[in-house]
């Protein structure tokens, strides 16, 4: 069983920077395919970025050149560096874990094992 503990959300005005952290729990965290998602009001739960076991990242394109995901393995820790935010970033950030040893990261919810219980983030304009 993996446990995946988020914190580092905030308030924050538009422009700033957040860096959201995921503690996981777990001997093999560094095989594990990390991912960050989000869910805004009313919406459904989009991928973010992820990271596999290699160091391979992939983002959604409304956060390419913004956002940077990365890993410390050591640390059993995944990280989401968010710079220029803007309101429409504004929502609940999910941590998630794709135990399955996969390197292909994909941006569908159903594909990770294990979620941590998000942070919210909330960017005022």
């Known amino acids: 069983q993996v446990q995946l503990v988020e914190s580092g959300g905030g308030l924050v005005q538009a422009g700033g920077s957040l860096r959201l952290s995921c503690a996981a729990s777990g001997p093999t965290f560094s095989s594990y395919l990390m991912g960050w998602f989000r869910q805004a009001p009313g919406k459904d739960r989009e991928f973010v970025a992820g990271i596999n076991w290699s160091g391979i990242t992939y983002y959604t394109d409304s956060v390419k050149g913004r956002f940077t995901i990365s890993r410390d393995n050591p640390r059993n820790t995944v990280y989401l560096q968010m710079n220029s935010l803007k309101p429409e970033d504004t929502a609940v950030y999910y941590c998630?874990?794709?135990?399955?040893?996969?390197?292909?990261?994909?941006?569908?919810?159903?594909?990770?094992?294990?979620w941590g219980q998000g942070t919210q983030v909330t960017v005022s304009s």
């Open positions: 998630a874990a794709d135990s399955d040893f996969r390197l292909t990261i994909s941006e569908s919810s159903a594909e990770y094992d294990y």
